[in-house]
């Protein structure tokens, strides 16, 4: 079971705008910048969309944008297009003495109706 | 491009270990956090460790004491060795590399080798 949780599925149409949540707690999220997001297409190799909370790699579409509140991080990603229908990941350093440690959520399938 | 390369066996018996082998080309293997990332069949990603040019590693607290990395910098090369597998250790073995001097944001990844733990 993942320290970091999220919608196991949303949907949305073309064109419209979604966001997946990804709720951790003090010791992961709440307290740190170091949350990045994944984009999943099944066997294909994990993209990096989002790190530091907020930042898109060269390459990366500005219409995936991520955030943070409190212990929850989203991704939002506007005008939807067909081949965002994917699995989507967060991931965030996580500090729990004795041990820091990295933790990926159990991942969100988004599909496009 | 840097480009990663997941090798080894595809399939293991349950009690012996695993290993594999990343291969980095069109790069240097220093100055980065060289990362293992698995996924079980039907499941999410799972970090599995990483292991530092200078040498310095870190586990997940699920596997320690199971798992193991090295890196053969003459070689441009990173392993993975799992002990005392079980069927719970089936799945796509995947080596990643963060961005620079960070170990949570996997900028580049291999493209994934299944092991399947098995008699």
């Known amino acids: 079971q993942s320290v970091l949780t999220q919608p196991a599925s949303v949907s949305g149409s073309p064109g419209q705008s979604i966001t997946i949540s990804c709720t951790g707690t003090t010791s992961d999220i709440a307290n740190y910048l170091l949350v990045s997001w994944y984009q999943h297409h099944p066997g294909k190799a994990p993209k990096l969309l989002i790190y530091e909370v907020t930042k898109r790699p060269s390459g990366v579409s500005n219409r995936f944008s991520g955030s943070k509140s409190g212990n929850t991080a989203s991704l939002t990603i506007s005008g939807l297009q067909a081949e965002d229908e994917a699995d989507y990941y967060c991931c965030s350093h996580v500090q729990s003495l004795p041990f820091a440690y990295v933790a ?5 399938k988004l599909t496009v109706l | 491009q840097v480009q990663l390369q997941e090798s080894g066996p595809g399939l ?4 012996e270990t695993l290993s594999l082998t990343c291969t980095v080309s069109g790069g240097s293997i220093s100055g980065y956090y060289w990362t293992w990332i698995r996924q ?3 499941k999410g990603l799972e970090w599995v460790g990483y292991i530092h040019y200078n040498g310095n590693t870190n586990y997940s607290p699920s596997l320690r004491g199971r798992v193991t990395t090295s890196l053969d910098t003459s070689k441009n090369q ?3 060795r799992l002990s005392s597998v079980t069927a719970a250790d089936t799945a796509v073995y995947y080596c990643a590399r963060p961005l620079v001097g960070t170990t949570t944001f996997f900028e580049i990844w291999g493209q994934g080798t299944m092991v399947i733990v098995s008699s």
């Open chain 1, 104 to 108: 990926f959520g159990g991942g969100t």
């Open chain 2, 12 to 15: 293991v018996k349950p009690s």
């Open chain 2, 40 to 42: 079980p069949p039907g």
């Open chain 2, 78 to 80: 990173f392993s993975l």
